[in-house]
């Protein structure tokens, strides 16, 4: 019957041409969207057309399509309707792969995280290494690093590879030092320790050593690329997350990508930027690809790599770190080999999103932008991804050139203490500089950075409008003038995502005309109590008129499967 | 208004759930396909519906559509039209860099050939290196090899690298050997021979010193490969060719199909086989892709090699070539790593295309079927590519498994004397055995080759059914009772394809439900002399209901093309 009624609707509206014939509404709903120029936009009921995409917006009081002309009805009975979140810096197939190796965060003492381990090891047999992270001996209270045997106690001979907390130390068991070929003959390299138990490794390997074991680690096959696609799919979707921005997308990961988009598995949107100019010519050839699969995915540019990270003092800086004197950072990219890159990319119109952390990266990412941006004329919208350490002298030079800061507002509060220690108290003015940049014109995209950071928006909503930790440190906010109001933030998330991808004519609003991409959640992100804003809770996510999440082993009656894209 | 009418038309269709309704019809045709049983089906009109499938064949007396029921009509004016042939066996992107690259093969002088150099290299400055083929210094009567100063002479600076008419010989000039660092000193590899002038090489490079050259030539970059793939996707709907097997697809030429997939510029279709199991895994993941672009394109399954060729004495023997005592030629795959292979493609039902020319690969390749034909149930369509030369005990094989002898009719004609030289008079009862392999209950599908052979198929067809080449020696064909009917032949090309590529279901046939592919003609390919169907001139190629040969500037008025897929 349902499908009768849209049959014939279907032929009525071709015969008709009637362009705002309704396909299915969500009513009685807290609904918030964001125009153009960042003004709310209130709405309690949405009409979502034949295509996916946004009909109408309904006022309280305004008319409601007929039930016979609406294939679908549904009651929001009062949830908040917001657009769907656009991560704009993240990494879909680590995150995956993160959230499927297995995590020894949460394990107290060694005997804990062998437990663990045998458990991980025994329902994962046909994963050929287990890898893993989070493990750390000083909450365990071992007083030591723990060791190979005591590793092959718990996984026996199957290779294991676990990175210590904070990433820089690793734990191998004998079957991993076997496949790597690590003898109590290896060195460790430069800026690298193997701890040793008499005259044999340990199976601790430090900073640089790591790399000893980590070659032996079998690269994933495709289909644990198409797992690990997945899982992190569902962790964003579930998140409220309909758009990523792929940040460093290889080939591999495109072909697992495309594998989904072919197989009708890709469920969120992706714009991908590629990892350098040769993936990025190998994906698109000559251009940027067309949006594919109903807007699901594009190739839009390029990622290039100007500079490292602050913890590591990676960030190039413009004077040196205050906490290692005459340590500037790295310059990854000299200035001849930058304009080749930004020219190879510019002149097929791909876009740039430049990695640059450090002043001196920001400034000589600016530098390159203002000489080359003549040679590249119309709508670049240059990217400079992270942002975070600014000379507040370049600021306004965002602005002259329309260029985007794409940051990370949880990088703002976990980096807090380490950013001081790094630059020192005076060279902070321009650091995660989020008003400033807007004040001077320029644009903002926020993202996660996930798997670095969690994925979850709303704890970036909070960081962006309060600048401080989960703890409430520290009062009042860091640097509380770079502050955002809710609704830049919630802008940064939405519309500013969605022009920093060139898809501000289809996602990012719920204006009339955009793909149905939304969520429902169980606050009102612009009056509930910041730290209540960090707790909402996302009840349903919709991708182009469908509902994603949570996802009906059967479909709904309210989810229209059979027009599944 | 045509526009209006097909509005109204397709929601009445709607309304009425119509199934019938017709969108465009060719009249006054020679209509010729053939059923499943390879019994051919005469018609003189044909309906194409909406999605560019056949809607009805219309034999003569046969009530048309009304005018007003059609948003086109044509009239073919007695043209024979035929099923869009399919070519199973060529390879797509070489063909269309040897069609872009410099044809030196009907120059008949140095000064000539020289003369062409300079202007290829003048008309096509972007190119790195000028490449090209086809010198022959002995149909130039120079008595001599050409050297590397008459190629400078020719082209300058730029790198040129022109390979002879048998592809043994290669010519370099100064520039193509300072890229490649061959100097003085070097020494040619086993197997090749550097010629020389004085103490310095002239040039020239013979057989396995090809390669001290060869490795310079930069790859092509993805927009080489774009063009590389219109080249050949105009050259082989020119020749009359709906539908390729690109038979060794590696990861850049299945991107350069993607990206034209992706730009609506793949107007033919290609059953991919990918080169070698990591090639398709990274392609496919745990699969075969579906069908993508309308049924434009899908990787399908695997090539494997079991040997080389006939001519260079690489194709696996039983017993040692007859004209060099003791070889046997070159097995490539051992039977463990054979069996691997084609489990690790078989378990994921990724069909299998294995290269057999000698008589010792295919019985390989029988045998490994054979074997694991019962760990892989189901409908595994094992492939045999080329199938040249079959002990005629291995014959009966074929049909016991269902395999499909993918076979090339111009290789017969071309090898015949090359072949005689090879086995002796007395092995080539199982040589290019079309005819016992239909007999025995075996399957053929028929390709060219490309760019090996040229990819007209009626040159093909004349082969198969006279075993004579285009000087008509051998009187009376060359093991005549290998010859098939045109019925047959015509099978191999078009049902029999589609059967060898999983896709009988769509294409290959003329059928109502099919894709409309089909080509007009000249003549009638079952009823002309052999001479004058080796002539046939094709003048309109369509693909699912849509001229793509020739192609207008502007779509003709017979042309739907706001229908363009």
Redesign the interface.
């Known amino acids: 019957m349902r499908r009768l009624a849209g049959?014939?609707a279907?032929?009525?509206a071709?015969?008709l041409?009637s362009p705002a014939y309704a396909d299915g509404m969500i009513d009685n709903v807290n609904g918030i969207t964001l125009d153009a120029e960042g003004k709310v936009v209130r709405f309690t009921g949405i009409v979502i057309d034949r295509e996916g995409k946004v009909g109408k917006l309904l006022k309280r009081g305004d008319k409601r399509p007929r039930d016979k002309q609406l294939d679908w009805k549904r009651d929001g009975q009062g949830a908040t309707l917001l657009p769907g979140m656009i991560d704009s810096h993240a990494h879909i197939l680590p995150m995956g792969f993160a959230a499927l190796s297995l995590d020894l965060s949460d394990t107290t003492s060694l005997a804990e995280a062998q437990a663990k381990i045998a458990t991980y090891a025994r329902e994962n047999p046909a994963r050929p290494w287990i890898l893993g992270t989070g493990w750390n001996q000083e909450r365990w209270g071992l007083g030591r690093f723990p060791t190979a045997a005591e590793l092959d106690a718990a996984a026996g001979d199957k290779p294991v590879w676990l990175s210590r907390v904070d990433g820089h130390a690793g734990w191998a068991n004998s079957a991993a030092m076997r496949a790597a070929g690590v003898t109590a003959g290896t060195a460790a390299p430069a800026g690298g320790r193997i701890e040793k138990a008499g005259s044999q490794p340990s199976g601790i390997f430090v900073d640089e050593a790591m790399m000893l074991v980590e070659k032996a680690v079998p690269a994933p096959?495709?289909?644990d690329?198409?797992n690990a696609l997945m899982k992190a799919q569902q962790m964003l979707l579930a998140n409220g997350v309909t758009t990523i921005a792929d940040m460093g997308t290889s080939?591999?990961d495109w072909?697992?990508l495309?594998?989904a988009g072919?197989?009708g598995q890709l469920r969120l949107r992706v714009l991908s930027y590629a990892a350098g100019t040769d993936v990025m010519?190998?994906?698109?050839?000559?251009g940027p690809?067309?949006w594919?699969y109903f807007d699901k995915l594009r190739l839009v540019g390029v990622k290039l790599w100007l500079d490292g990270a602050l913890g590591s003092r990676g960030a190039a800086l413009k004077a040196p770190y205050a906490d290692a004197p005459g340590e500037r950072g790295l310059q990854m990219l000299d200035e001849t080999k930058l304009r080749n890159l930004i020219s190879r990319a510019s002149m097929d119109r791909y876009q740039i999103a430049g990695h640059a952390i450090g002043d001196a990266a920001n400034a000589q990412l600016l530098g390159a932008i203002e000489e080359l941006s003549g040679d590249f004329p119309g709508d670049l919208r240059w990217r400079i991804e992270h942002a975070q350490i600014i000379d507040p002298a370049d600021i306004p030079r965002f602005a002259r050139q329309g260029i985007i800061a794409s940051m990370q507002p949880i990088h703002q509060t976990s980096d807090r203490t380490m950013a001081e220690a790094r630059l020192g108290p005076d060279r902070l003015g321009g650091a995660y500089a989020w008003q400033s940049i807007l004040r001077a014109g320029g644009r903002l995209a926020f993202g996660s950075d996930a798997p670095v950071e969690t994925s979850n928006v709303f704890e970036g909503l909070y960081a962006a409008i309060t600048r401080q930790g989960t703890d409430g440190q520290p009062a009042g906010g860091w640097h509380p003038a770079e502050r955002l109001s809710r609704e830049q933030a919630l802008a940064a998330y939405t519309t500013g995502g969605a022009w920093a991808g060139f898809a501000e004519d289809r996602i990012g609003s719920l204006l009339p005309g955009h793909r149905a991409d939304f969520i429902l959640v169980d606050r009102d992100p612009l009056t509930v109590a910041p730290e209540a804003l960090r707790q909402t809770k996302v009840s349903e996510t919709w991708v182009g008129g469908y509902r994603q999440y949570p996802r009906d082993a059967a479909p709904a009656a309210a989810t229209p499967a059979a027009r599944r894209q």
């Open positions: 049959t014939a279907a032929a009525a071709l015969l041409a096959l495709p289909r690329r198409d080939l591999d072909m697992a495309r594998r072919d197989t010519q190998t994906i698109g050839g000559s690809t067309p594919l």
